[in-house]
């Protein structure tokens, strides 16, 4: 079974800074790419960005420039850097992971319980 655990949600205030983590953990073979997705009140989960396992990184256009995404291959553990955080990114952060549960076949997505980050004044 594999687990994603999230964690460094929080309250913050506008221009503040805060750092999310999600760690793989369970059996499997890899961890291939990783992603943070955040979901609004009334809105749709969207990509916030991810990372390959190589480092290659992906952007949603209204973080990039703020939000720094990292990984740490021998943690199998992910980092979302948030800087200079806006109201407007208020939501649930949900960590996402391709992991091969064996050295054969598919790379299967899976979901952390997610993490709620409040930016508010």
């Known amino acids: 079974q594999v687990q994603l655990v999230e964690s460094g949600g929080g309250l913050v205030q506008p221009g503040e800074s805060l750092s999310l983590s999600c760690a793989a953990s369970?059996?499997?073979?890899?961890?291939?790419?990783m992603g943070w997705y955040r979901q609004a009140p009334g809105k749709q989960r969207e990509l916030v960005a991810d990372?390959?396992?190589?480092?290659?990184?992906n952007y949603a256009g209204s973080v990039k420039g703020r939000f720094t995404i990292t990984r740490d291959n021998a943690r199998n553990t992910a980092y979302l850097q948030m800087n200079s955080l806006k109201p407007e990114d208020t939501a649930v952060y949900y960590c996402?992971?391709?992991?091969?549960?064996?050295?054969?076949?598919?790379?299967?997505?899976?979901w952390g319980q997610g993490t709620q980050v409040t930016v508010s004044s």
């Open positions: 990372i390959t396992r190589t480092g290659s990184t």
């Open positions: 996402n992971a391709r992991v091969n549960r064996n050295w054969f076949g598919m790379d299967e997505p899976y």
């Open positions: 369970g059996s499997f073979f890899s961890v291939n790419a």
